[in-house]
């Protein structure tokens, strides 16, 4: 039972106008103590005369320390009072009126300060008075005398003092430097003076600048906002993708701002022991402070916020987002699926596979947010240093240094108030869904901008700044057609590609980067290395019609973007794929143009059907997944299918299998409202398909034709696709030789032989037809001077450059 269980049980059964009852641990804990300390004097008496009895001792004790049998005395008279207190209302009324109200009035009287200084003063004054009583009995001297022993007593045992201090100096110092060291480190500081960069570096983010650039207005010049009311934004989160420039803008503000810079490294706070993280973040904070009033500012910078700043941990089912059984994500080897789609496609099919992803309850308050938004419970902040870095961002502004806090206030006098520290708080993240809300708030973070993928101006700058680092010969025409060939390019991708682009020009013993150089970079920076591998006769005719289908079908549907390249080279994840550039950067798309993004992915089907006698490789799995996937949203949720409901906004609430819901004239009821949702799709599917039959039928030969220039070549360019078709000279393809008779015969020749040896399952070599003397034959040479290149040997001379 506890004591104040009793005290709540005693004030609800006192009586009317009665004190209520005490406890019985305050009843008694006086006496005990009075009682401990008579025992203690008297086990002294009788140590010290071992034959003396007990009971004589205590007599002694009693009647020697006469102010012990007092204070008895006075405790049990106030018991007694106590316990008269607690049964009679008249006398309780009577011992308030005459004692406890002139008290109180008197303790009143000199105010709540006065009164806590003359307390502590009495506390003191006890104290002393019970240690002096204790010496005296210990060392059998006066009380008034006992207290000045003590520094004889002290200085008798220093050496032992010393002993143990310095056993307790080893033992708790060894685990202080431990803490001290790891708390340590985790960042760097560069002066002013050592930040070279400034705004002029960074290229393609001119609008985050502008906005930058005016909270360092206020960080230079605080009174400008402060003396109207204002305060000085001190927390800027920049997030966006990875190699955007977010740490270049941050190194911009210290390098323009003449202040130091201080560098948070993204695994400072990844520590062995849980606490040692809250002490870096204290750490690191105080020096903040001390560069602030040194030089009037400072800006810390913390790259991968995520990492700290984040109390869960984004994740899937496995610990990592994963699209199971998506062709965009996929690991076999097979047709390149969704890459046939426009790359504004491509982004919506992968947003709706993370969407399937997400949790089954949807969280009310994520309306709007990002589809990253998938966070499980982790590690973050559990050892508290999330939160410490939340109080060092916003927290009370208390006096700091020893002398301000301890000795003024030890000598009465009132601590001085902090400096205001003028201290930018940079954080950068490409996530910033996983981020604590309470970090995110105002007055701790004040402005967060997005540092998103450069626009085709900004792409053409970043091209020209890191262009003009080496030589080249590229014109501003061809500067503009990379920028509109590398679209979300972020800048660190661009300086890799250039960079990539002068690798090659060596290893071909050139100093100048060519316009070849940097398309041949951008191929091995988007899709890799191919490996080298050569595929059987047949299977790489197959191959090559397969994409000059999807090549062939998009020049002829699509008009929202152009093919950038198509390959035959295999790749780690790819037989052979086409990809695509969009014409213009727009954020909605259309009906027809999906339909047309479905019509490319079932051209390998229908191509592959016609070509070879109705019969089809497992390469068009990727694509028949990514049409059937993007016909069923067309259908489900954007609203261009036979059903106006979005099946999305209904599925939480249990409903499924839904059927038509469009309302028809005068009762009449369509056969396709009973109609489900697979064959909705299936019938879609087959009216694109049926379409792209007629569009292989029509441009039959243009398709062999495409797929001899890749079977000879390769690689080839968009360019070069619609030469041929329009049986001109490209930029590798001379498309005029497939103009000739001769040459048609030539390639139906050959196709009919591969047709023929796939049904038969013959293998015998068969030779691609190739006119002597013309362009054709000068790209086949390019196409093995680039595999000499990938395989490290230097470019080939003599005859084959008598040939180019």
Known sequence: MSATSSTKRGRASARPGCRPPLALWDRVKVLLLLALIIAWLTATKTSANPLEPTGVALTSVLQSDWWLTTLVVIEVFRQLNLVWL???????????????????????????????????????????????VVLAAHYHVSPWFALFIVPGIIMNSLPTIIQIAAYLLLGVGSF???????????????????????????????????????????????????????????????????GTGKTLIAEAVAGETQVPFVFVEPGAFANMFIGVGILKVKSIFRRLRKLSVRYGGVVAFFDEADSLGSRGALAGADGRFRLAGSPLLSDRASCHGGHYFDPVTQ?????????????????????????????????????????ALLTELSGLQKPRGFWNRVVRRALGLKPKEPPKYRILTILATNLPDVLDEALLRPGRIDRSYRVGYPSKEGRVRTFQGYLAKVHHNLSDEDVDRLATMTPYLSGAAIKDMVNEALIIAIREGRDVIEWHDMVRAKQIKTFGLPEDVEYVERERHAVAVHEACHAVVAVVVRRNSIIDIATIEKGSNFLGLVSYLPKEERFTRWRSEFEADIMVGLASLAGERAFFGGDNTSGVAG????????????????????????????????VGGVASQ????????????????????????????????????????????????????????????????????????????????????????????????????????????????????????????DAAMRAGQPRSTGEERKQE
Not at 233 to 240: F, K, N, R, S, V
Not at 350 to 362: A, D, G, K, N, T
Not at 634 to 654: C, F, K, N, P, Y
Not at 724 to 736: A, K
């Open 347 to 387: 982004q919506v099919l992968f947003e709706e596979e993370l969407r399937r992803l997400r949790p089954e309850e949807p969280d009310p308050q994520a309306k709007g947010r990002s589809i990253f938004r998938y966070v499980v419970p982790g590690f973050g902040g559990m050892d508290g240093t999330l939160q």
């Open 86 to 132: 607690e049964r009679s209302a008249v006398w309780n009324q009577a011992w308030n009126d005459a004692v406890v109200e002139p008290l109180s009035r008197l303790s009143r009287r000199g105010g709540d300060w006065t009164r806590y200084r003359v307390a502590r003063a009495l506390k003191i004054v006890g104290l002393l008075a019970l240690l002096s």
């Open 662 to 785: 469009r309302r028809h004239p005068l009762g009449q009821e369509d056969a396709r409202s009973k109609v489900g949702l697979g064959d909705r799709v299936e019938r879609r599917l087959e009216e694109l398909y049926a379409r792209v039959e007629r569009i292989v039928t029509e441009h039959r030969y243009d398709i062999l034709a495409v797929a001899h220039a890749l079977e000879t070549s390769k690689t080839i360019t968009g360019d070069d696709i619609i030469a041929i078709m329009e049986r001109r000279p490209g930029i590798l393809i001379d498309g005029s030789v497939y103009a000739e008779a001769s040459m048609k015969a030539q390639i139906e020749a050959y196709h009919e032989a591969v047709a023929r040896a796939h049904r038969l399952q013959e293998s015998h070599p068969m030779t691609v037809p190739l006119p002597a003397g013309r362009l054709l034959e000068g790209a086949s040479i390019a196409g093995r001077r």
């Open 176 to 242: 202080v430097a431990i803490f001290w060291y790891l708390s340590k480190g985790g960042y760097e500081v560069y002066f002013p003076g050592d930040v070279k960069t400034r705004f002029d570096d960074v290229w393609g983010q001119d609008a985050v600048l502008e906005r930058i650039k005016e909270n360092l207005i206020f960080l230079t010049d605080p009174e400008r906002i402060e003396e109207k009311g204002g305060y000085v934004p001190t927390g800027i989160l920049l997030w966006g993708p990875p």
């Open 623 to 654: 694509d028949l997944f990514s049409a059937s996937r993007l016909a069923a949203l067309m259908d489900t949720s954007w609203g261009m299918g036979e059903t106006i409901l979005q099946l999305d906004a209904v599925r939480d609430l249990g």
